[in-house]
């Protein structure tokens, strides 16, 4: 599959929906994210893992099944009522996404959709999406 398609197969579910800003999740989802954002004309906003953004920080920490993680966005990312787009590579067990969903969610922005290259139906990670539209262009 190449680049072009993997964007296009990812923002497809989307395509009549409006989207101010991809939420992009560190560090593989920028590259997609970073596609998908040039494609529909949005803007793009990085997640990232604790002191690696320059500005003032809201994180939010989560565990997975080796430990805990954190991830930080910027304060004056997001403004109430974007409607936003969460991309990353793979959808696993479902924690990353929904501390970033936590992330947005204190912002007051609507997240508009999910969208991943690749998910691992078998860890169960829709659980963690609260009935959220998530998309996977390739299932495990």
């Known amino acids: 599959m190449s680049f072009k398609s993997a964007i296009d197969q990812m923002t497809s579910p989307f395509d ?14 920028y590259l ?3 596609g998908i954002a040039l494609k529909i004309g949005s803007g793009i906003v990085p997640v990232r893992k604790p002191n690696k953004l320059p500005w003032l920080t809201f994180e939010e ?4 099944e080796y430990g805990s ?3 930080q ?6 403004c109430k ?3 936003v787009l969460l991309v990353d590579d793979v959808l696993a067990t479902g924690g990353t996404l929904r501390a970033t969903i936590n992330l947005v969610e204190r912002f007051g922005a609507n997240i508009v959709g999910i969208s991943v290259l690749a998910e691992l ?8 999406l609260k009935g959220l539209q ?3 262009v390739i299932s495990y």
Not at 16 to 29: L, M, N, Q, W, Y
Not at 61 to 64: G, I, M
Not at 121 to 128: A, C, D, M, V, Y
């Open 121 to 128: 139906t078998f860890l169960n990670g829709r659980e963690q």
């Open 16 to 29: 009549k929906t409006s989207i101010d800003t991809v939420v992009a999740i560190e560090a593989r989802g």
């Open 73 to 78: 966005i910027h304060q004056d990312a997001l």
């Open 81 to 83: 009522g974007d409607n």
């Open 32 to 34: 997609l994210g970073a």
């Open 134 to 136: 998530a998309h996977s």
């Open 61 to 64: 920490s989560y565990e997975l």
């Open 69 to 71: 993680e954190t991830l």
